[in-house]
C-alpha cells in the first residue's frame, strides 16, 4: 500500500546526531558553528531542508530540499544565519513497523517543501533544546497573514533603506543649514562694508566742513593783515 505523506513533519530531538527513524533540528548551537559535517551528526541517508527566519515567530522560509543518500552529495551542510537544519531518517529495518510507515510518510512530507515555503514550527524551545511530545513543522504559517511576513533578509534590507533615506534627509537639513549660515555670513559682510561706507563717508564731509572753516578763517586773517598795512 502507498504511504501518503504525512499531514506535519514530526520533531523527536533538537542538536543530537541523527538515529533510526529521527526528526531532528540542528541549529548552530549544535558545534557553535554555521556548518555541519556528515560524520559528527550522522547524516547519511536523510532527507533534510535548511530554513531561514522571517519577521514572525516561529515561521521560517524554506531556502533548499534535498536528500542526502549515504553521505553524498553532501559531506557538510550549511545552516542559514539565525534558522536551522531540519533531518528526517526513515528507519527501514522492519518495513511492516509502524515506526517504518510514519517515518516514511515523513520524508514524504519533507519533499514534498520547496524553497520558498513557509513552515511553522510548534512544540520547539530553540533556545533551550527542549521539545514537546507533539513537536512538529507544518507548511505555511498558522495563524499569520503572509502579507505581514517577510523573510529576515528583506527585513534588514528595508531597514537599511529606511536608514538610507533618514540619512539623506540629514543630509539635506545639514546642507540647508549650511546655506543659510553662509546667506547669514554674507548678508553680516555686506552690511560690516556698507556700514564701513557710511562712517568713511561721514569722516570725509567734517574734514571737508574743516578745511572750509580754516581757508575761510585763512582769507579773514589776510584781509585784515592787507588792511592793517595801507593804514
Not at 549544535?30 to 530554513?51: C, S
Not at 551542510?77 to 518495513?95: A, L, V
Not at 517577510?150 to 533615506?165: G, M, V
Request: proline residues 2%; hydrophobic residues 35%; charged residues 25%.
Amino acid at each position: 500500500e502507498e504511504i501518503e505523506p504525512a499531514d506535519s513533519i514530526y520533531v523527536t530531538v533538537v542538536n543530537a546526531s541523527v538515529t533510526a527513524g529521527s526528526g531532528t533540528i540542528f541549529t548552530s548551537d549544535f558545534n557553535d558553528t554555521n556548518t555541519i559535517t556528515t560524520n559528527e551528526a550522522n547524516l547519511k541517508w536523510v532527507t533534510f531542508f535548511t530554513a531561514k527566519p522571517t519577521s514572525a515567530e516561529n515561521v521560517f522560509e524554506v531556502v533548499a530540499v534535498d536528500v542526502n543518500a549515504d553521505g553524498l552529495p553532501y559531506n557538510e551542510i550549511t545552516i542559514p544565519e539565525g534558522g536551522f537544519i531540519y533531518t528526517g531518517h526513515c528507519d527501514d529495518r522492519d518495513m511492516e513497523s509502524e515506526i517504518y510507515v510514519k517515518s516514511s510518510a515523513n520524508l514524504k512530507a519533507i519533499s514534498n517543501l520547496s524553497e520558498g515555503d513557509l513552515v511553522t514550527v510548534t512544540g520547539v524551545d530553540f533556545t533551550t533544546g527542549t521539545v514537546a511530545a507533539d513537536a512538529n513543522i507544518t507548511a505555511g504559517a498558522s495563524d499569520v497573514s503572509l502579507d505581514d511576513i517577510t523573510s529576515e533578509d528583506t527585513s534588514k534590507e528595508e531597514s537599511k533603506q529606511e536608514s538610507d533615506i533618514i540619512s539623506t534627509e540629514s543630509d539635506k537639513d545639514g546642507n540647508s543649514s549650511e546655506v543659510k549660515d553662509d546667506t547669514s555670513k554674507e548678508e553680516s559682510r555686506v552690511n560690516s562694508v556698507d556700514n564701513s561706507d557710511a562712517e568713511s563717508e561721514k569722516n570725509n564731509t567734517i574734514l571737508y566742513i574743516g578745511l572750509g572753516v580754516a581757508a575761510i578763517v585763512l582769507i579773514a586773517v589776510i584781509a585784515y593783515i592787507a588792511t592793517k598795512k595801507k593804514k
